[in-house]
């Protein structure tokens, strides 16, 4: 858990009944992670196309697209395998949120 992500405190705390979020909630948050994914997983691809391109320049690029290749590759330059701690744990965090999910807004149910 050194790597800032906390996949597996959430998914132990959600079986335990003490991480609960209420369902719409859940879904967004859900739906946010999901976007997040598919953003890290196109990054992650990038970068491995262009470690793998023996004629990668970004002086062949459009200056927009340019910027933001240079910008994912000095993000990962910086922070090392950080997309991929992203993409091992962001999963995590997509099925506590589902075993957390609650139909009723938290505080409103029976009992409560």
């Given amino acids: 858990m050194g790597d800032g992500f906390a996949g597996d ?8 009944g003490r991480f609960v979020v209420d369902s719409v909630r859940a879904d967004r948050l859900i ?10 997983r196109g990054r992650l691809l990038l970068i491995d196309a262009w470690r793998h391109s023996p004629t990668a320049s970004v002086e062949l690029l459009p200056p927009g697209i340019a910027d ?19 993409l091992r744990e962001l999963p995590k965090y997509v099925v506590a949120l589902r075993l957390a999910s609650r139909d009723e807004p938290a505080g409103h149910g029976p009992g409560r």
């Fill in 9 to 16: 405190t959430l998914l132990r705390l959600a079986r335990e």
């Fill in 31 to 40: 739906a946010d992670i999901e976007r997040t994914l598919a953003v890290v």
């Fill in 68 to 86: 933001g290749v240079v910008d994912i590759l000095f993000a990962d330059q910086i922070a090392p395998s950080r997309l991929e701690s992203a």
